[in-house]
């Protein structure tokens, strides 16, 4: 990010006030210079080593009773064909789409939270995950091998159930409660549309969608992460810079435009990222529920207050979803879906958000 400055040898003049933030560094290197925020880097740095370590507990997770020395070997591929299909053909795959899935959803809670100014404004209760599956089961309706629909079908529905969000909240600038009144009731609306669809099914196809609507990456494979891949790394980097523009709004609409913000572009530049992320999210892993919610309010933390953790929330949300995955495994005697686990878990966890004052704003 360019910053207006004096040259690099320069001093400020004696008795000028120091503008840099107190948790930043100024980094110059010619004419540019860029504000490195500390504690944010430095809870991102501190964020990888746990998520490689949550991976490699995913891996060896097992609802088989495999192993350390079987998996190792099926890694290596020094083990029997069976268990190197096993690790490599099936629970690599599955580890990887849900990082993505994951990174994908902390990012669109992120930027759905700092849109609406209020904690609870993720696309799990806006509505956004709700639509996206709604319009993944209506394609699975009349199928007869219990098949979901195709992921491109998530992004569709997800821009539908938002712009209705929108057009009912008054618009994306709306305040945050009218944004997340509006979606919660459109969320009821269109969750009972889909709860339409499936009893209309028949019995194979709706035991098939319904194990796809409470969020599950069993059988998973490589060419499912490839779509949630290509559209994150085109959108991470516009995230990140909407994600320093957002921080503005923590202003006063008058003061971000006199600092040369048009709220306009902005806010709807972020909501179509969010829109975009979790709805292909979702058509990919299903609506696996807190995660979106969980990611951004634990990366807020570690980064402080005054910054918009982009990068954070997609670590954060990329340790949930291994987390939570490899803990259905090991947990009960059958596997459990991952979007079970983050709802177990994630009850908890919105009443802790519920009652707790946000340390920015001193609201819940």
């Known amino acids: 990010m360019t910053a207006p400055h004096a040259p690099h040898d320069a001093v400020p003049p004696e008795g000028t006030a120091d503008v840099t933030p107190p948790d930043s560094t100024v980094l110059r290197t010619g004419t540019l210079s860029w504000l490195l925020p500390r504690r944010s880097a430095l809870a991102a740095l501190l964020l990888i080593p746990v998520l490689v370590t949550v991976i ?124 997340l009144v509006a979606g919660i009731g459109v969320s009821t609306f269109i969750g009972a549309v889909s709860d339409l669809i499936m009893s209309r099914q028949n019995d194979n196809t709706a035991g098939g969608v319904f194990l796809w609507t409470v969020g599950s990456l069993n059988g998973r494979d490589w060419s499912a992460g490839t779509p949630l891949a290509l559209v994150l790394l085109l959108l991470v980097p516009l995230s990140l810079a909407v994600g320093h523009r957002l921080q503005l709004l ?83 005697p059958v596997e459990l879906p991952v979007g079970v686990v983050t709802s177990v878990l994630g009850g908890p966890f919105l009443l802790w958000v519920l009652f707790r004052p946000d340390r920015a704003t001193g609201k819940a």
């Open 250 to 332: 923590r202003f006063d609409d008058d003061m971000a435009a006199s600092l040369g913000v048009d709220l306009r572009r902005l806010r709807a530049g972020a909501l179509v990222l969010a829109v975009a992320l979790a709805g292909t999210a979702v058509g990919v892993g299903g609506p696996i529920a807190f995660v979106a919610l969980a990611a951004p309010i634990l990366a807020q933390r570690l980064a402080g207050p005054t910054r918009v953790p982009v990068t954070g929330s997609a670590l954060t949300g990329a340790v949930l979803i291994a987390a939570a995955d490899a803990l259905g495994r090991v947990a009960a």
């Open 56 to 179: 490699a507990l995913a891996v060896t997770a097992s609802s088989t009773g495999m192993g350390l020395s079987e998996t190792i070997g099926g890694l290596l591929g020094t083990g029997d064909p069976g268990t190197v299909m096993i690790v490599r053909d099936f629970r690599l795959p599955r580890i990887a789409v849900g990082l993505l899935v994951g990174a994908a959803l902390g990012i669109a809670g992120c930027l759905t939270q700092t849109l609406a100014g209020n904690r609870l404004a993720t696309p799990d209760l806006l509505g956004v995950d709700d639509g996206a599956a709604a319009a993944v089961v209506a394609a699975a309706a009349g199928s007869t091998t219990g098949m979901v629909g195709a992921w491109w079908l998530g992004p569709i529905g997800a821009v539908v159930a938002a712009v209705i969000v929108v057009l009912c909240a008054g618009g994306a600038g709306g305040a945050g409660y009218r944004v």
